[in-house]
């Protein structure tokens, strides 16, 4: 690593008191995390390698904040070569000292809206746009302001992004109109898109309005900006549309002049792939897949309680507050207090553990647990004012009802790290209690046939327990997702999708 030159020591010098006037909140509310300079000149240097040598620069920065891109441009681009550079900021706070650090540069920073500003007419567009745009969260961003952004988003690129869409994707579809026939732009944003619902539509705009070059997925180990948790993607593109047979490069960790991974994937093939970030780790989902664990198991999320505290008590607890017994059931403590992937049930049917927890299980109507039960409706009386108007339980009749989760006889933990100690971000436990969980676990309700054959063969539930911990972790991280600080998170239904071939070869063929 080289040291900054002086105009990027005194942006870095500048970008470190501007963050320090602002509390994390202030900064989150606008999505104000600068980019590192290493990372600014790794993603000038590929954007340089991609423009033809002698094409004379037209950059933008729609999100322009101190300048980081800005600043990577002047070193990596002869400054012959730059004929014009915009950039845009919304806070004053950044935009103003930042005008005055680039005085006597040729930089126009424009401190206004870049989401309400006018794009340029065809002669004065940008043949390269660089922004790492502010990561808002859609609940962050009120009705009226999500409706305009959709429609300028439709207007400027003819797509119609989801409710739940991040402000980021609307700063990619609104720059639409401002980059050049050719252009070329590189994204610095959340991975995210790549695999949830919201993306969708950005990943229809880069198959179909755009071409997709190349999206470089950072390891989320290594994470590229130390105060927000996120892991991002560099995601390349050229605007013009994509020929037939093209092929998008998906490389993944190290940095983009040296991925550790990288592998090229068909557009045709990300078409009908939706979840995106299983490149370059995996290849190509084969469509002609055998059994899968949903056709076996009905998999659903444990219990979300609204209040552990309030509803999950130990045995102590309860005689101590003089709660019925018989109206708890029990229940697994979180994963770290699980250190067997095998538990074992008392007669009752109470697992075998050092911390046995129970869950409040009861639908009776207020008066009669006053009738029937006085010190439980003491106790609920007590937690009414703060616990009943919590999200979870303001919907619920009455308020202290769980949800219906019976006690599953395998239950998955579904986040972890993939560098956890003992090697795998999931773990498969066989439960042989009567206990259900909560929501940090999933639970694999056998379906008909299999419960039938568990239910003739006591050996089967091993032997099946045996082949889910023995499923690559590779396989199942293809299935999950991916978050900031290398957590790795799967839903009910990627767990469905894992192909379990082994399991219908274990039942009886009848
Ligand atoms: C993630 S930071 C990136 C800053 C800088 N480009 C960098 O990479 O270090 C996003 C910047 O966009 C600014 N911003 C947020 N909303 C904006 C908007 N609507 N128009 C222009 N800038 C905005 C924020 O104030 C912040 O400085």
Known sequence: MSAPNPIETRRLLLQTSCDSDKTQR??????????????????????????????PVRFLDPAIGTGSFYSALLRVFPSARIAKAVGYEIDDHYGRP????????????????FTTARSPNDGEKFNLIICNPPYVRHHHIGISEKNRLQAAVMDACGVKMAGLTGLYCYFL???????????????????????????????????????????????????QFGDALVS??????????????????FSYGGTLAKPSQSRFVPAVALQAEAKWSRFPISDVRMTATGPTLG?????????????????????ADIATANLPPELFKPILPGPRHVLRDIIEAEADGTPKLDRQLFILDCRLPEMEIQRRYPSLWEYLQAGKPDVSGRYLCRYRSPWYAQENRPAAPFVCTYMGRGNASHGRPFRFILNLSQATVANVYLMLYPKPPLACALADNRELARKIWGFLNSIETKTLLGE????????????????ANVPAGAIAAMLPTE
Do not use: C
Request: proline share 4%.
């Open 26 to 55: 202030e900064r989150n509310r606008l999505g104000q995390f600068a980019t590192p300079t290493e990372l600014a000149t790794d993603v000038l240097q590929h954007a340089y390698v991609q423009l033809p040598t002698d094409l």
């Open 98 to 113: 930042a005008r005055t650090l680039w005085q006597g540069h040729r930089l126009d920073l424009k401190l206004e809206d």
């Open 173 to 223: 579809g609104l720059a639409h109109t401002w980059l050049a026939d050719d252009g070329i732009a590189g994204w610095l944003i959340p991975s995210e898109f790549m695999d949830v619902n919201y993306g969708e539509p950005v990943k229809q705009y880069l198959l179909n309005q755009v071409e997709l070059l190349r999206i470089h997925r950072f390891n989320p180990n290594d994470l």
């Open 232 to 249: 991002s993607s560099v995601v390349w593109f050229r605007k013009h549309r994509a020929t037939t047979g093209h092929e998008v490069e």
């Open 295 to 315: 056709d076996f198991f009905k998999i659903q999320r444990g219990i979300a309680t609204g209040n552990n505290k309030f509803f999950i008590k130990s045995r």
């Open 480 to 495: 999950g997702r991916v978050y900031g600080g290398g957590l790795y998170k799967m839903e009910p239904r990627e767990l």
